[in-house]
């Protein structure tokens, strides 16, 4: 059966996206066709698939699914690429939008352009969870700041941990390197000291107001941008005392703005791109 897809990502943390708004049975088993879908060399490319349904509770519903066939919680770029799709397609013509995700509702309000397209989208991304067990880390803290983890060359992190729907490990810097991100990443995702494993984000801090990072996603390797991992950083920055609680984040991909606001919730602003759109055999 050729199925359509629309592939699209946000600042390159690309999806293939399937409208399964009017068909929720369209994509029937999505942990096992997501990796051969995301291979870039065999398959479509991209960090997983995203399947958008209707929701009873919510507007809209996102199930993403990693490059290795894992369900994921969230994802701050995907989401902001559903609501692009729902604007696009006229499914939503307001200036807001609920989707529910693995990790709850998450509020977004469209930002549009002076024709009424899409633009860019503000994400509530909710509130971050700062209790070690929970985030889940072994570590019975709250917040987690400055837990050691060491990898089997010696090199030893000092971590602060927050959970944004997902769980995510903060770095502080002073250069960014490959060894960092392609080496060390995979060894700390599975490490003992993160029981549902990890996200981990690399960061150099550049002024109180902006930072690098770098990001190796859980169950899909280095990607161009994490959300949930900005979100995770400006967190982390503030609770370190390294930056205000509105940060510019500069990705590979390019740049979202994360703001910590006063309410203890966290905002993502950001863009989300269409790439191309096409069909293939499920």
Known sequence: MNVEFIKMHGIGNDYIYFDCIANPDLIPDPERIAPPLSDRHCGIGGDGIVLILKDNEADYCMRM????GSEAEMCGNAIRC?????CDKEYV???????????????????????????????????????????PVNVDQEPVIGVPVSVSDGTEY?????????????????????????????????????????????????????VDMRVWERGSGETMACGTGASAVAVACALNKLTDRKIKVHLRGGDLEIEWAGNNH?????????????????
């Open 266 to 282: 966290v905002y993502m602003t950001g863009p989300a791109t269409t790439a191309f759109t096409g069909a293939v055999k499920i």
């Open 65 to 68: 699914f990693n490059a290795d």
């Open 93 to 135: 013509t307001g200036k807001e939008v609920n989707i529910q995700t693995g990790a709850g509702i998450k509020h977004i309000e469209i930002i549009r352009d002076e024709n009424g397209d899409f633009h860019y989208a503000r994400v509530d991304m909710g509130e971050p969870e700062l209790k070690g067990l929970f985030i």
């Open 82 to 86: 559903v609501a692009k799709y729902l």
């Open 158 to 210: 000092k971590f602060t941990c927050v959970s944004m729907g997902n769980p995510h490990a903060v770095t502080f810097v002073d250069e960014i390197t490959n060894q960092q991100v392609l080496q060390h990443g995979p060894k700390l995702e599975i490490d003992k000291m993160f029981p549902a494993k990890i996200n981990v984000e690399f960061v150099k801090v550049l002024s109180p107001s902006e």
